[in-house]
């Protein structure tokens, strides 16, 4: 079946960067469009960036545009999300998610599998 799961969340001080790794199994990972998404309370979901299957294409949302770089390793079924120069209002749970095609999907809500969510807390 399809997992997944990722890891390198934490607590990190404003203007610190880290590093979200997601590794995928159970579908031919680079055949499809992956994206990051994120949760807080307050805002819902929000998109955060889209990579096509062939990595020719990346979009980001305005808010992490400059700050967040998305990347993948087909080799290794892994999906990456650095983020730099966080600031707390980047605080949140971050899915990686799995799109239907090998473009990205118009809308989140079209995403068929997505991770567990991991925290990132950024803070002083």
């Known amino acids: 079946q399809v997992q997944l799961a990722e890891s390198g969340g934490g607590l990190v001080q404003p203007g610190g960067s880290l590093r979200l790794s997601c590794v995928a199994s159970g579908f031919p990972f680079s055949l499809y469009a992956m994206s990051w998404v994120r949760q807080t309370p307050g805002k819902g979901v929000e998109w955060l960036s889209d990579?096509?299957?062939?990595?020719?294409?990346?979009y980001y949302a305005d808010s992490v545009k400059g700050r967040f770089t998305i990347s993948r390793d087909d080799a290794n079924n892994t999906l990456y999300l650095q983020m730099n120069n966080l600031k707390p209002e980047d605080t949140a749970i971050y899915y990686c998610?799995?799109?239907?095609?090998?473009?990205?999907?118009?809308?989140?809500?079209?995403?068929?599998?997505w991770g567990h969510g991991i925290l990132v807390s950024v803070s002083s």
């Open positions: 998610a799995k799109n239907p095609n090998v473009f990205p999907s118009r809308s989140w809500h079209d995403y068929d599998y």
């Open positions: 990579i096509d299957s062939r990595s020719t294409k990346t």
